[in-house]
């Protein structure tokens, strides 16, 4: 069964540091596009950063600033999502997705993604 777990959300202080963790069981991510999405409270879910099955394509919903970096382990049974100068509006629940695709496919939409984690907390306040 393929499943993906979400960590290390929490509580951050505006200006803080996070590194969420996305373990796949049951499968590795070699043929896997992966994408982190998050969903403010009354708000659709949005796609924050992707990397492709071949890692050589990755895109960020806020590439001009630099906040958000994915990356993944040389097994590559985890991926992560480091978000740095985190503010008030990146409070939301970070969800991991992941589908089969071409070696340098990235998405952010939400449907072309059949397998979900359970999502992680992220708060940012003071």
């Known amino acids: 069964q393929l499943r993906l777990l979400e960590s290390g959300g929490g509580l951050v202080q505006p200006g803080g540091s996070l590194r969420l963790s996305c373990a796949a069981s049951g499968f590795t991510l070699h043929y896997y596009a992966v994408t982190w999405f998050r969903q403010a409270p009354g708000k659709e879910r949005e796609g924050v950063s992707c990397i492709s099955p071949s890692g050589s394509k990755t895109n960020y919903i806020d590439h001009e600033t630099g906040r958000f970096t994915i990356s993944r382990d040389e097994a590559k049974t985890t991926a992560y999502l480091q978000i740095d100068n985190l503010k008030p509006e990146d409070t939301g629940i970070y969800y991991c997705?992941?589908?089969?695709?071409?070696?340098?496919?990235?998405?952010?939409?939400?449907?072309?993604?059949?397998?979900w984690g359970q999502g992680t907390q992220v708060t940012v306040s003071s």
């Open positions: 997705a992941a589908t089969t695709a071409g070696p340098n496919y990235c998405s952010a939409y939400v449907a072309s993604f059949p397998y």
